[in-house]
């Protein structure tokens, strides 16, 4: 599998700053942030699968114009794929003809653009081959993060959450593991804000790389702009063996 960054911020701003996405091969996204329209006609064409972490706008904000651009070029709806909670919040509140059209209705429900796909936590989704499972996400909203498996090798994305021991003790158990990307969406200066809204900071980064016993590769997301030195300092200080990297809009990973 070939998973590209396509955004990888807590923000926006510039050339360089989009929200999370991930493309695996031509035809999978984990998340649709910002990073999403920067794909060509012809590359957003050939999406036919979204696997959603959790519904906040940072990475759900693409596929509303994802649909609507390619849906009357394709001959099959685009499957989007999350817990049952999220694909009732995205019915409710994104797609629900007010903020956006239901497209799941459009232009007939018989054959929409549009679908819905429920996952479980734990519950493997097959994808030619390709294989997709939900991990445990600790959010202030409904959330998981995924683990993708090639058949050789391993990468395990967190999604948006904060401290997450039941994440670690999955993770512990995927012996092809190769690269995790994990999420530190504020500085220690802001512990308290990363506690009420339940990301990560540097501080509370390194108690969980302290869980994991494995040693793949891992790679900082979701960083916020404007803080992005300071934190990765910070992770620099505090992380020790696992030496994180920051992620950034372009990286492609082969696993
Ligand atoms: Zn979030
Ligand atoms: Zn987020």
Redesign the pocket.
């Known amino acids: 599998m070939r998973l590209r960054v396509l955004g990888c911020s807590g923000g926006i701003g510039g050339r360089h700053l989009r929200t999370t996405s991930f493309l695996v091969d031509t035809d999978v996204l984990v998340d649709a942030g910002s990073g999403v329209g920067d794909l060509s006609l012809a590359e957003l064409t050939q999406i036919d699968h979204v696997f959603v972490?959790?519904s906040?706008l940072?990475?759900v904000t693409s596929i509303p114009f994802l649909v609507d651009t390619v849906g009357g070029m394709r001959d099959r709806p685009l499957t989007v794929h999350a817990t049952g909670p999220t694909i009732e919040i995205l019915k409710n509140h994104l797609f629900n003809w007010a903020i956006w059209p239901d497209f799941t209705e459009i232009p007939t429900a018989a054959a929409p653009f549009m679908r819905y796909e429920e996952v479980d936590l734990g519950r493997t989704v097959t994808i030619a081959g390709r294989k997709i499972t939900p991990v445990p996400a600790v959010?202030?909203?409904p959330?998981v993060g995924y683990h993708l498996d090639s058949g050789s090798a391993s990468l395990v994305f967190s999604?948006?959450t904060g401290p997450n021991d039941e994440l670690w003790e999955i993770v512990n158990r995927i012996p092809n593991l190769k690269v995790l990307i994990v999420e530190t969406a504020f500085s220690d200066k802001e512990r308290q804000l990363a506690e009420v809204?339940?990301?990560l900071c540097p501080s509370m980064l390194a108690e969980e790389l302290a869980k994991l016993d494995l040693d793949p590769e891992v790679w900082i997301t979701h960083l916020k702009p404007g803080e992005i030195e300071l934190t990765m300092q910070q992770i620099a200080d505090g992380a020790g063996r696992h030496r994180p990297r920051m992620l950034q809009n372009g990286l492609v990973f082969e696993f």
């Open positions: 972490t959790h906040h940072d990475h959010h202030t909203v959330a999604g948006d809204s339940k990301h």
